[in-house]
C-alpha cells in the first residue's frame, strides 16, 4: 500500500511541477534554517573534541569582594593566593584548572626565524591539569609539568597547524624554540588542534602561566584574594553542581568569619554549569527558561511560519481534488483510508525538501562558519586570521541533527497537510463529485 501511494505521489509531483518545486523549497527553507539554529547550538553544548567532560564542567569566573562598611566592592578573577588556599583543588572536583587572564594573551606576537612577519596567535596562560580538564591529543611530546610551572620555564605547547607555519612539519618539533615577544619558548608538546569554535580549550600556544610577570599578585592589596584567574572544574563521580557551590560557599563563609574586620567575599551562586556560560549566564543568579525562551519561540516560528504558508498551497491543491476524493468515497474507500493517501504523498514532498534544506544547511554553516556561529552571540567578534574554525564532523553529521531534521520533517508535514486535507474530506460525497460543475 506505502508503495502504491509513494507511487501516486511521485506522479503527481510530476504532474504538477510548479505546486512541487515551491512546496519543495519551502520546506527546504524552514529545515535549514532550523537546522542552522540547532547546529549552533549543538556547537555550544555537545561533549565533542576536545571537551568531552561539558555535561560535568562548571566555571567559577569570579569573586565580589565588599569591605566591611560596604562602600568598596570589587568583582574580579582570583588571585594566585586564593587557588593556593581554598579555590583550586575542592573535593567535590575530579580536575580543575585554573586559566590566567594577562594582557599578554591578547598583546603577544610569534617572530617567525623564516622573518615572514610577526603574527598574533591564540594564547592560553594555564597549567598543566588543563590538559586533564580539556584533553587534547598528543602528537609529540607532553603538556609542561607542575615543576615548570613553579620555575617561571618558558616551555609551551603548540598545535599541529602551528607547528606547520612555524616549521613546515608536524614531526621532530618537540624541544625546538620559538620567539613569542622575543622571548624564547621551547616546544615540549604538539596537540592535535581543535576547532575555534570550541572557545574554552581552543589556543594555538598554551603556556605555564607562571611566565607572566605579576601573576602572583593581587589585582588590589585591599582584597587578596582578587586577581587575575579563572577557574573550571570537572565534577566528582556522583557530585553535582550545587555540592561544589555548597562546598565553596562553606569555606567562604569560614573566611568570612575569621576576616570580618577586613572583607566579605560573595561567590554570587557561583559556580555555574559551562552549559549555562555557553547560554549567556554571567553569574549563578540565570533563569533556565529565560535563556531558553528565545531558543523555543526562534524554533516555534520557524516551524509554524513555513507551515502555515504550505498548509495554504495544501488547501488550494484539495480543492482541485475533491471530485477524485468524491469518486474514490463512492467506491468505498473512507476518510481515513483517503487521509492517510494524501499524508504519504506530501510525506515524500517534505522529505524531499528535508534532503534540500540538510544540504543548505551544511553548505552555509561550511561557508559561513567565520560569522553563522556568532548570530546567537550578545557579543560577537571577529575570527583571528590564521585559525582553525572548522565544523567539526562528528558536530555536524552528529546521529542529533539527523534525528531532529528528520523529525521536523515529519512535524512539518502533519502541521501543513493534516487540517486542510482533513476538512477538505469531511465534506459529502455529493457535493465533492459537483465540484468539476
Same mark, same amino acid.
Not at 591564540?122 to 602528537?139: H, N
Not at 601573576?215 to 585591599?222: F, H, K, N, W
Not at 531534521?405 to 508535514?413: D, G, K, R, T, Y
Given at each position: 500500500?506505502?508503495k502504491?501511494y509513494?507511487?501516486?505521489?511521485?506522479?503527481?509531483?510530476?504532474q504538477?511541477p510548479?505546486?512541487?518545486?515551491?512546496?519543495i *523549497?519551502g520546506?527546504?527553507?524552514?529545515?535549514?534554517?532550523t537546522?542552522i539554529?540547532a547546529?549552533i547550538?549543538?556547537?555550544?553544548?555537545a561533549?565533542?573534541?576536545? $571537551?568531552p567532560?561539558?555535561n &560535568?564542567t562548571?566555571?567559577l569566573?569570579s569573586?565580589?569582594?565588599?569591605?566591611?562598611?560596604g562602600?568598596?566592592?570589587? =568583582?574580579?578573577?582570583?588571585? #594566585? !593566593?586564593?587557588? $593556593?588556599e581554598?579555590?583550586?583543588?575542592?573535593?567535590?572536583a575530579?580536575?580543575?584548572t585554573?586559566t590566567?587572564?594577562s $594582557?599578554?594573551?591578547?598583546t603577544?606576537y610569534? @617572530?617567525p626565524?623564516?622573518?615572514?612577519g610577526?603574527?598574533h596567535?591564540?594564547?592560553?596562560?594555564t597549567?598543566?591539569?588543563?590538559f586533564?580538564?580539556y584533553?587534547? !591529543?598528543f602528537?609529540?611530546g607532553?603538556?609542561? =609539568?607542575e615543576a615548570?610551572?613553579?620555575? /617561571?620555564?618558558?616551555?609551551?605547547?603548540?598545535?599541529?597547524?602551528?607547528?606547520?607555519?612555524l616549521?613546515?612539519?608536524?614531526e621532530?618539533?618537540?624541544?625546538r624554540?620559538?620567539?613569542?615577544d622575543?622571548?624564547q619558548y621551547? *616546544?615540549? /608538546?604538539m596537540?592535535?588542534?581543535?576547532?575555534?569554535?570550541?572557545?574554552?580549550?581552543?589556543? @594555538?600556544?598554551y603556556l605555564?602561566?607562571s611566565?607572566v610577570p605579576g601573576y602572583?599578585?593581587p589585582?588590589?592589596p585591599?582584597f587578596?584574594y582578587?586577581?587575575?584567574?579563572?577557574?573550571?572544574?570537572v565534577?566528582?563521580?556522583?557530585?553535582?553542581t550545587?555540592d561544589?557551590?555548597?562546598e565553596?560557599?562553606?569555606?567562604?563563609n569560614?573566611?568570612?568569619?575569621?576576616?570580618?574586620?577586613?572583607?566579605?567575599l560573595? #561567590? @554570587?551562586?557561583?559556580?555555574?554549569p559551562a552549559w549555562?556560560v555557553a #547560554?549567556g549566564?554571567?553569574?549563578? &543568579?540565570?533563569n533556565?527558561w529565560?535563556?531558553?525562551?528565545f531558543?523555543?519561540?526562534l524554533?516555534?516560528?520557524?516551524l509554524?511560519?513555513p507551515?502555515?504558508?504550505?498548509?495554504?498551497?495544501i488547501?488550494?491543491?484539495?480543492?482541485s481534488?475533491?471530485?477524485?476524493m468524491?469518486?474514490?468515497?463512492s467506491?468505498g474507500?473512507?476518510?481515513? @483510508?483517503l487521509? /492517510?493517501q494524501?499524508?504519504?504523498?506530501?510525506?515524500l514532498?517534505?522529505?524531499l525538501?528535508?534532503?534540500l534544506g540538510l544540504?543548505?544547511?551544511w553548505?552555509?554553516?561550511?561557508a559561513?562558519?567565520?560569522? *553563522?556561529?556568532s548570530?546567537?552571540e550578545d557579543?560577537?567578534?571577529? *575570527?583571528?586570521v590564521g585559525?582553525n574554525?572548522?565544523v567539526?564532523?562528528?558536530?555536524?553529521?552528529?546521529?542529533?541533527?539527523?534525528l531532529?531534521?528528520l523529525?521536523l520533517?515529519?512535524?512539518?508535514n502533519?502541521?501543513s497537510a493534516l487540517v486542510?486535507?482533513w476538512?477538505?474530506?469531511?465534506?459529502?460525497?455529493?457535493?465533492?463529485?459537483?465540484?468539476?460543475?
Amino acid at each position: 500500500m506505502l508503495k502504491l501511494y509513494f507511487k501516486q505521489a511521485w506522479t503527481l509531483l510530476r504532474q504538477n511541477p510548479l505546486f512541487s518545486v515551491l512546496y519543495i *523549497v519551502g520546506t527546504g527553507l524552514a529545515i535549514a534554517m532550523t537546522t542552522i539554529v540547532a547546529v549552533i547550538y549543538y556547537v555550544k553544548l555537545a561533549p565533542v573534541y576536545p $571537551e568531552p567532560y561539558r555535561n &560535568n564542567t562548571v566555571v567559577l569566573p569570579s569573586l565580589k569582594c565588599l569591605s566591611p562598611d560596604g562602600k568598596q566592592q570589587w =568583582t574580579h578573577a582570583f588571585s #594566585l !593566593r586564593a587557588l $593556593e588556599e581554598w579555590a583550586k583543588n575542592p573535593k567535590h572536583a575530579r580536575f580543575s584548572t585554573a586559566t590566567c587572564l594577562s $594582557e599578554m594573551s591578547e598583546t603577544c606576537y610569534i @617572530q617567525p626565524a623564516d622573518r615572514s612577519g610577526d603574527f598574533h596567535p591564540v594564547t592560553k596562560l594555564t597549567d598543566p591539569d588543563f590538559f586533564r580538564v580539556y584533553p587534547l !591529543r598528543f602528537i609529540e611530546g607532553h603538556p609542561f =609539568t607542575e615543576a615548570d610551572l613553579q620555575g /617561571g620555564l618558558h616551555k609551551a605547547v603548540i598545535t599541529d597547524d602551528l607547528s606547520r607555519r612555524l616549521y613546515g612539519t608536524v614531526e621532530g618539533v618537540v624541544g625546538r624554540t620559538f620567539s613569542l615577544d622575543y622571548e624564547q619558548y621551547t *616546544v615540549c /608538546g604538539m596537540v592535535r588542534s581543535g576547532s575555534y569554535l570550541m572557545t574554552a580549550s581552543y589556543a @594555538q600556544v598554551y603556556l605555564p602561566y607562571s611566565v607572566v610577570p605579576g601573576y602572583d599578585r593581587p589585582a588590589t592589596p585591599v582584597f587578596p584574594y582578587l586577581g587575575s584567574f579563572s577557574l573550571t572544574y570537572v565534577l566528582a563521580d556522583g557530585s553535582t553542581t550545587d555540592d561544589l557551590r555548597a562546598e565553596l560557599d562553606d569555606v567562604t563563609n569560614r573566611l568570612n568569619q575569621e576576616h570580618k574586620a577586613e572583607f566579605k567575599l560573595d #561567590l @554570587q551562586g557561583m559556580p555555574i554549569p559551562a552549559w549555562a556560560v555557553a #547560554l549567556g549566564a554571567y553569574n549563578g &543568579n540565570y533563569n533556565t527558561w529565560q535563556m531558553l525562551r528565545f531558543f523555543l519561540l526562534l524554533m516555534m516560528v520557524l516551524l509554524l511560519v513555513p507551515a502555515l504558508n504550505l498548509s495554504g498551497m495544501i488547501s488550494s491543491r484539495m480543492e482541485s481534488r475533491l471530485a477524485e476524493m468524491g469518486v474514490r468515497k463512492s467506491f468505498g474507500a473512507g476518510r481515513w @483510508q483517503l487521509l /492517510g493517501q494524501v499524508m504519504w504523498e506530501n510525506l515524500l514532498l517534505t522529505l524531499l525538501g528535508g534532503v534540500l534544506g540538510l544540504v543548505t544547511a551544511w553548505a552555509v554553516v561550511y561557508a559561513g562558519r567565520s560569522w *553563522v556561529f556568532s548570530l546567537m552571540e550578545d557579543y560577537g567578534g571577529a *575570527v583571528p586570521v590564521g585559525v582553525n574554525n572548522y565544523v567539526p564532523g562528528e558536530v555536524v553529521f552528529a546521529p542529533a541533527v539527523f534525528l531532529s531534521a528528520l523529525l521536523l520533517c515529519v512535524l512539518l508535514n502533519l502541521l501543513s497537510a493534516l487540517v486542510p486535507a482533513w476538512m477538505s474530506l469531511r465534506k459529502p460525497i455529493v457535493q465533492s463529485l459537483y465540484e468539476r460543475r
